[in-house]
């Protein structure tokens, strides 16, 4: 696997909210579980077509674990499972139906751009987290 024994979290790299949460998982993940990759680089695209997902199925986030892949509600509840803090007590919420969870997830995902912005180009990390993201 690319990223050894660390997740992978895919990620619009122009969104502005997924910068965010990316930002965010980083702050709650001191025992560095995840990667990351913006959706649009070349890792990014290699693990959409490795797991056959259409991007323009899902084109915010995806969690990849070993062999799997996870997409939307599904992804996001796989990842703050292992975040430090309250944030695993979300992953609770497995229980609810997907397509339940997933309408909550694609209302957001649709609206991202308008709510919170797109830029040009993807996010660039600063030197001290180059090593959280995948070349």
């Known amino acids: 696997m690319i990223a050894g024994d660390h997740d992978i979290i895919l990620f619009d790299g122009v969104c502005n909210l997924c910068n965010g949460a990316v930002t965010f998982i980083i702050k709650r993940d001191p025992k560095n579980n995840f990667k990351f990759a913006a959706l649009q680089s070349d890792i990014g695209k290699k693990l959409l077509a490795q797991h056959q997902i259409d991007p323009k199925m899902t084109d915010s986030i995806i969690l990849v674990r070993g062999d799997y892949a ?66």
Not at 74 to 81: E, G, P, V
Not at 100 to 112: C, G, K, T
Request: glycine content about 4%.
């Open 70 to 135: 996870f997409a939307k509600a599904s992804a996001a509840l796989r990842i703050a499972q292992k975040m430090s803090g309250a944030w695993p007590l979300l992953y609770g919420f497995i229980i609810v139906p997907k397509f339940i969870s997933n309408l909550v997830y694609d209302f957001i995902a649709r609206n991202r751009y308008k709510w919170f912005g797109k830029q040009e180009s993807c996010m660039i990390p600063t030197p001290s987290l180059r090593s959280k993201f995948l070349s």
